[in-house]
């Protein structure tokens, strides 16, 4: 349309110039001229028309292409935008991660990126943005919908204004490669289990190739012989001079016979210098898999193994050996004069040896044995139980022992015991069948009777004999457990009393501690004397004392109390010429389902008591409201 006007203005100009100037003829001939220009300014603008039009088409079938690629393409893309936000994608992506494309063009790039991957590409961009990279390629890791991470490869350019060169959004193709990556995770962990393997066997590999003139070891080998990796690769009769000088002759005579085809393999045993001058015990096996037309080698591979260690054990083995003889007879002497008793037996459990100790624990000969079951000499039960402790097929422990019982008492012929302590070892050979017994057995008669001593002073007050705070506390405890779990419906229950003696202190202050103690135990025989089998009795410490009714009620607890009071009241003491007596306070306290712990039972019996000596002593108080009895029952019920 420019054009068109142009021509029209010089068309005009020159109409006018003419009629002014040149007459009727020249005014023709300009008008002839004007619409000649006119239409080739219609032509050329016709022209220009068609060339956008066909711009616009082409630009129009560029986007549908891009657009039916983008949609189409097996591969996810992306068009992200500077500040990461995902401004458009194609179906592959979406669902490579498992989203819908509203819901992941809704996100950014930051979201979808694996928190330990945020970091890949961030050089990159800054790059980008100084217009100094316009393509990028790099591997991360993407998170799926539901949560689960996926390799990715991320491939891209950058597009930039095309006047000012700024970056306007990036264009991105992700491919998915996680198989990928899993089966590179796969391989790397079988290599690695294969090293590991390798340097665990004390085990390496070599490959002589001929082609490319030398031998190559595997790593593992070389660590062992000391060296860095590859530092032994390459000539390929290196290794003879790594043997030892007293066996390279047969060595190499063995090499020679499989290069010459005379052997199907290639072994030897022995040894190699070490980096730092040691000698190594190697297993060299080999074999060559490729020859040409002449028979000549071409590649052989084979393995080499560290036996130092076994060589070694044979050497011991050797000399163990030629040992044998003097060390059985060792044997028999120390097993006849040590001072644990000593069985043996075989498979089928018969005797086979008895040494001096174990004759006498027995009552039975070693020669009167010999070939007899076991239990014909040996008979072991459980102290406790009184069940035969059987030592036929023990079990094995760790350390290759079973110690059966350490309460086994030894029944004789003749029906005398012994308390012993016995360890029964299995003999099993080097097929793991088991072959016979080795019991090992000492009088414990004695240790077991200090045992039991220790046991009880650890439990009972070392003046009363009655139970000590910390066992009574446990059976408490044990009570106040058994109670919760039966439940508030259950029938029965326990009473918890707590006793202080009355007037006790008096007895201290001017017959002194010894007066104190003697009636102490006075009173504690007194109460045994009153109570039942069954009946827990305890001191707690000092004057105070404790008792456990079982399956009482409160009624029976009442009484039982008023007939410990009776009973201490009622002694008969006198030290040094002069007479005592003393009383007791008690406070009552029951055990049930609802009761609280030990210690919230034992601190209400305790308020309980103390509320009887406030009562005027020498009376019984209950740790709930009761109703009060008759007042020559002398019961303080505590509010």
């Known amino acids: 349309m420019a054009l068109l006007g142009f021509g029209l203005a010089v068309v005009t100009v020159l109409a006018l110039f003419s009629r002014v100037t040149l007459g009727a003829d020249a005014l023709k001939f300009c008008l002839q001229v004007s619409v000649v220009v006119a239409l080739c300014a219609v032509f050329f603008a ?31 893309i992306a068009i992200v935008g500077l500040d990461g936000r995902i401004l458009q994608t194609n179906p ?55 949560g689960t991470p996926i390799w990715a490869r991320l491939a891209g350019s950058v597009i930039r204004d095309e006047k000012s060169g700024r970056p306007l959004y990036l264009v991105s193709q992700i491919e998915d490669i996680d198989a990928r990556k899993q089966a590179e995770a796969r391989i790397a962990e079988a290599e690695t289990r294969w090293n590991f393997a390798l340097a665990g066997a004390g085990q390496g590999v070599w490959d002589l190739n001929m082609r ?39 060595v190499m005579a063995a090499d020679r016979a499989h290069l010459d085809g005379k052997t199907e393999f290639f072994e030897a045993e022995f040894r ?53 003889a003097d060390e059985k007879e060792r044997l028999r002497v120390t097993l006849r004069s040590i001072g644990d008793a000593v069985i043996c037996t075989d498979a089928a459990n018969r005797v086979t040896f008895m040494n001096p100790v174990a004759e006498k624990l027995t009552g039975v000969s070693g020669d009167e044995a010999f070939g007899k079951m076991l239990g014909h000499v040996y008979w072991a039960v459980d102290e406790e139980t009184g069940h035969r402790i059987g030592v036929a097929r023990p079990a094995i422990s760790a350390d290759g022992r079973a110690d059966q019982n350490s309460r086994a008492v030894l ?9 012993i302590r016995q360890v029964v070892s299995p003999i099993v050979n080097e097929r793991s069948e088991f072959c016979g017994l080795v019991i090992v057995f000492q009088d414990f008669t004695d240790a077991r009777a200090l045992q039991r001593q ?29 109670a919760r779990r039966d439940g508030p419906t259950a029938r029965g229950g326990h009473q918890f009393m707590f006793i202080d003696l009355d007037h006790f202190k008096l007895v201290n202050d001017t017959g002194g501690h010894a007066a104190g103690d003697a009636l102490l135990k006075r009173v504690a025989e007194a109460m045994r004397g009153v109570l039942g089998p069954e009946d827990a009795v305890a001191r707690l410490g000092g004057d105070e004392f404790a008792v456990i009714l079982k399956s009482a009620s409160t009624s029976g607890a009442r009484i039982a109390a008023r007939s410990i009071i009776d009973a201490i009241r009622g002694l008969d003491f006198t030290w040094d010429g002069r007479p005592y007596q003393i009383g007791a306070s008690i406070g009552l306290a029951s055990i049930d389902a609802g009761a609280g712990e030990a210690d919230e039972i034992i601190a209400r019996a305790d308020a309980a008591c103390y509320a009887a000596k406030a009562a005027g002593r020498g009376c019984v108080s209950a740790s709930v409201d009761r109703e009060v009895p008759a007042a020559d029952e002398q019961i303080a019920v505590a509010s």
Request: with cysteine.
């Open 46 to 76: 016709c022209l220009v028309i068609g060339r956008i039009s066909d711009d616009r088409r082409r630009i129009v079938q560029s986007e549908q292409r891009f657009r039916r690629a983008m949609e189409d393409s097996s591969i996810g």
């Open 92 to 146: 592959a992506f979406a669902a490579m991660l498992g989203y819908s494309r509203p819901e992941i063009e809704a996100l950014t790039f930051f979201q979808i990126t694996h928190p330990d991957d945020l970091h890949i590409g961030r050089e990159t961009m800054a790059n980008m943005r100084a217009g100094t990279v316009d393509a990028f390629h790099f591997e991360k890791r993407y998170l799926r919908k539901d």
């Open 212 to 250: 490319t003139g030398g031998t190559t070891y595997s790593s593992t080998w070389v660590k062992m012989l000391g060296y860095a990796e590859g530092e032994l690769d390459g000539d390929p009769d290196h290794w003879l001079t790594m043997i030892h000088p007293d066996d390279r002759e047969a």
């Open 272 to 324: 190699m210098r070490h980096k730092d001058g040691h000698w190594m015990w190697i297993l060299d096996r080999g074999k060559a898999i490729e020859r040409d037309g002449d028979g000549q080698l071409i590649r052989a591979i084979g393995s080499l193994t560290d036996i130092t260690q076994r060589k070694q054990a044979e050497e011991r083995l050797i000399v163990s050996a030629a040992m044998l």
């Open 411 to 419: 029944i004789r012929r003749d029906d005398t015991r012994c308390s």
């Open 454 to 482: 220790l046991a009880h002073a650890a439990a009972h007050d070392a003046l009363t004999g009655l139970a000590n705070r910390s066992s009574f506390i446990r059976t408490m405890e044990d009570l106040v457990d058994q």
